[in-house]
């Protein structure tokens, strides 16, 4: 299957969930505990007013409501793969209850157990719900304009090439680029950006952006399925799949702890019962089955990793899996790449200089006729900074060298300085580069004219967000293939210590392995060079989930902005719902332990029992939803 069509299937699922949602007393995964519940409540009801044949029955139709919804699942497992799980430890106990004639404790374990199961599920349904919302970011339908016509269509219909208009307060329904008008995006339920993006011809938009001023034009560029907001809505569903490392550490106890249990359970009722009561000693048995059952560590990780996952959606971080989830709160040391993630990917005219006698505007003007033609990445720079200037004839363009052209009469010439030397100007040229610029020469005539230098300049939030996970106790090492100059350049405007410059795509990967293997380490990027180190990392993060698909698809997490000031909240967020996660497990680890002894000596029976184990899972899946918390981040400019 495609990765486009892969995509349409995620959404097609996400929404046929979502159309499934309603009501909680049509959902039959509820309706079934809370009838389980219900048909023992009144059968306690009756037994206190001595209906006693009444509450028999009434008892046995909440074990058998209640034991739907876990026995037939752990028979499934056990003869169908083989697996001992606790819903068949759970099983055997009910079993055991009711050939000892303790109906009304078995049906209780059911109605429990199944209700505790439904909590789980409602619990991962409420913070998949904030997952599904970015599907209603897409509208139903655009308006697609065919030379005169204009006409609506579905969104799902969108082909790449298409031209949609875009009217103030349409909300954008697949990405594209700006073909003709000017207007300020919305993107704040996107990338959590609160200022509008202004955007013109040939600036890049996002599906789900709202257009609120100007009348655009936009082609096409990805099909109304495979958008930026399917690719996010694909990895959360690996997010939703993947319940994590230390979500199946209750199936890895249970491996082990199912057999081990029997086995003390039949040691306890065969020698108990070789010197006093069979009866008693069979009873304390199956008591002690229950009480080593792991319950509450079966549902206390996978709701806090789902829930926290939910949360972090919200504000613009897509976490692939909760066993990304788990590494991220343990980062102790960040690897980020340079170009695109802590500059803006947008290079910038920094400073020109000129031989006497030439104006700097003179320069820029001749420069920029010349550079309109040239495809290079800097040429835009310089273009953009006189866009009326006059056409430049005679152009040619030398891959790897420069561009030529006439303008004015005057030849003028544009290159690297390895190219075109700048003679007496060596030094000044020279202080350019050591300020992290890259610089241009330009020749009027084959004569030294002047140099501009072009910067990408540094994200103005990259600072703060340095010290500010310094003071996480977390060290950040920038990874760049720039020269050495221009690297310890920007990262000393960074505030970053430990640069790695010149650096291949598989320097990078190995840079970041050798990091791994003393700290855990995340890996922060956001092009297809750096997919090898994102791949490679503890936990890999791509920013903005319109980038590269090679860098999305390679990373743990992805970014849907560009502002690392989610960083150190990702990271607060990931550290908390981990503390929760660890409060969970010792919770429940310390009520197995506790619980163990006192049924083996008799000193709880199975009722007891059954409600503290029951009571311990209600507690750990409401400290489990505690990782939903997470108010939007508010990131002023």
Not at 35 to 49: E, M, N, R, V, Y
Not at 298 to 321: E, M, Q
Not at 492 to 507: F, G, K, N, S, T
Not at 517 to 522: E, F, L, Q, S
Request: hydrophobic content about 50%; charged content about 20%.
């Amino acid at each position: 299957m495609s990765v486009a069509g892969s995509r349409v299937d995620d959404v097609d699922s996400f929404e046929e969930e979502d159309e499934g949602d309603g009501p909680w007393w049509r959902d039959r995964e509820v309706l079934i505990p809370i009838s389980s519940g219900a048909a023992f409540l009144a059968g306690l009801i009756l037994q206190w007013t001595g209906f006693e044949l009444a509450s028999l029955v009434l008892f046995w139709i909440a074990l058998l409501l209640g034991a739907a919804t876990f026995v037939p699942g752990a028979l499934r497992k056990l003869f169908g793969k083989g697996r001992l799980g606790i819903g068949l430890l759970m099983s055997i106990s009910a079993t055991g209850a009711v050939i000892l004639g303790f109906v009304e404790e078995a049906a209780a374990l059911a109605f429990l157990y199944s209700i505790a199961e439904a909590l789980e599920d409602k619990a991962m349904d409420r913070a998949r719900a904030g997952l599904r919302a970015l599907l209603r970011l897409v509208p139903e339908t655009a308006t697609l304009r065919e030379g005169e016509l204009i006409r609506e269509v579905s969104a799902r219909e969108l082909a790449v090439g298409d031209l949609l208009l875009v009217r103030p307060g349409d909300r954008v329904a697949t990405d594209g680029v700006v073909r003709s008008g000017r207007s300020a995006l919305d993107t704040s339920a996107i990338t959590g950006e609160s200022i509008p993006v202004e955007v013109s011809a040939g600036d890049t938009i996002s599906a789900g952006s709202i257009n609120t001023s100007g009348v655009l034009e936009v082609e096409v560029s990805a099909a109304g399925t495979d958008n930026s907001l399917t690719t996010i809505v694909h990895l959360v569903e690996q997010a939703q799949a993947d319940k994590g490392a230390r979500a199946r550490l209750a199936d890895r106890i249970a491996k082990p702890l199912v057999p081990g249990v029997m086995i003390l359970a039949v040691l306890i009722g065969v020698i108990g019962s070789l010197f006093g009561d069979p009866e008693v000693w069979v009873t304390r048995a199956l008591v002690v089955l229950v009480a080593a059952s792991p319950c509450a560590l079966a549902i206390a990780v996978p709701v806090t990793v789902v829930s926290a996952i939910g949360a972090a959606s919200k504000f613009g971080v897509v976490i692939k899996s909760g066993a990304t989830f788990e590494r991220f709160g343990g980062v102790r040391r960040f690897a980020v790449d340079k170009t695109g993630t802590l500059t803006r990917n947008q290079p910038t005219i920094a400073q020109v200089i000129t031989v006497p006698g030439t104006e700097p505007a003179d320069l820029l003007r001749r420069a920029a006729s010349v550079e309109m033609h040239s495809k290079h990445p800097l040429a835009a720079a310089i273009a953009a900074s006189h866009p009326d200037a006059p056409e430049a004839v005679d152009v040619t363009e030398t891959a790897g060298h420069g561009v030529t052209g006439v303008v004015d009469g005057i030849t003028v010439s544009i290159g690297s300085p390895r190219w075109l030397p700048p003679g007496k100007m060596d030094q000044e040229v020279s202080d350019l580069e050591g300020q992290g610029m890259t610089v241009v020469i330009i020749y009027f005539d084959n004569q030294f004219a002047g140099a501009i230098g072009v910067r990408d300049e540094l994200r103005p939030e990259v600072p703060e967000v340095i010290e500010s996970l310094r003071e996480r106790g977390v060290e950040v090492t920038m990874l760049t293939g720039d020269n050495e100059r221009t690297a310890h350049a920007l990262a000393a405007q960074a505030r970053i210590q430990d640069v790695r410059a010149e650096l291949r795509p598989e320097d990078k990967a190995a840079a970041v392995a050798t990091m791994s293997r003393v700290a855990p380490t995340a890996m922060i990027g956001d092009g297809i060079n750096d997919a090898p180190a994102l791949a490679g990392a503890d936990v890999g993060i791509a920013m903005g989930a319109t980038g590269s698909d090679a860098a999305i698809e390679s990373a743990d997490i992805a970014f849907t902005g560009h502002d690392l000031r989610l960083i150190p909240l990702a990271l607060d967020h990931a550290r908390r719902g981990r503390a929760i996660i660890n409060q969970n497990i010792l919770l429940s680890l310390l009520i197995i332990a506790v619980l163990l002894p006192l049924a083996a000596f008799g000193i709880l029976g199975l009722a007891a029992v059954v409600l503290v184990h029951e009571v311990a899972e209600v507690i750990v899946i409401l400290n489990g939803l505690r990782a939903a918390r997470s108010r939007r981040p508010r990131l002023e400019p």
